[in-house]
């Protein structure tokens, strides 16, 4: 038997996911005005609201393949809303996912396709099992970046344009430090 090293690492809570295999995307403001209320002619284009990293080894096509990635939001408010994930559905609603908040603090939004939204608190150690046919988002509502790391089905697809024609329901805003919900 040989001892060898790992393919790729992720130290927690402060590391990010770092392979060969590890893929990054920034989203900068420029690209995410459209998940907000209002746009906030104060925030530069080039703004990062948020990175994610993802490791994913061989065919991504191939049932039982799995998704490992790292979420980070910016604490940025646009016109007192706070800093959003796009949001989605999986393409699979037979592919659940997990989430485990790292660090900083936020909300996990989850809606089902009748619109029925409820959200999980999100904080170190905080653990979130997302069912295949909920819509989910991640808000950061604290004052420091907010880390969620995810796992989940690489067949499992993302469904945005659902998302954009059921929007979800509710928003946060943060006002003198005190968090204000909006649904509708
Ligand atoms: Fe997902």
Not at 67 to 96: K, Q, Y
Not at 127 to 142: D, E, M, Q, S, V
Not at 151 to 162: E, F, I, L, M, V
Request: with cysteine.
């Amino acid at each position: 038997m040989k001892i060898v090293e790992p393919k790729a690492t992720h130290r927690v809570p402060d590391g990010i996911i770092e392979g060969k295999d590890v893929k990054k995307t920034v989203k900068l403001y420029k690209d995410a005005k459209s998940f907000y209320a209002n746009e906030d002619v104060n925030l530069a284009d080039d703004v990062c609201m948020y990175t994610v990293y993802s490791y994913q080894v061989g065919d991504p096509n191939e049932q039982g393949n799995l998704i490992w990635g790292l979420s980070i939001l910016e604490p940025v408010l646009v016109n007192g809303e706070c800093n959003m994930t796009r949001g989605h559905f999986h393409e699979d609603e037979g592919c659940a996912e997990f989430y485990q908040g790292l660090s900083g603090e936020g909300l996990l939004m989850l809606m089902d396709g009748q619109g029925e939204i409820v959200a999980e608190k999100v904080f170190p150690g905080s653990l979130h099992y997302i069912a295949g046919n909920l819509a989910h988002r991640l808000i950061c509502t604290g004052d420091v970046p907010m880390k969620v790391v995810a796992c989940w089905p690489s067949t499992a697809g993302h469904d945005y344009a659902r998302v954009e024609k059921h929007p979800f329901t509710a928003r946060v805003f943060k006002k003198d430090n005190e968090l204000i919900i909006e649904e509708r």
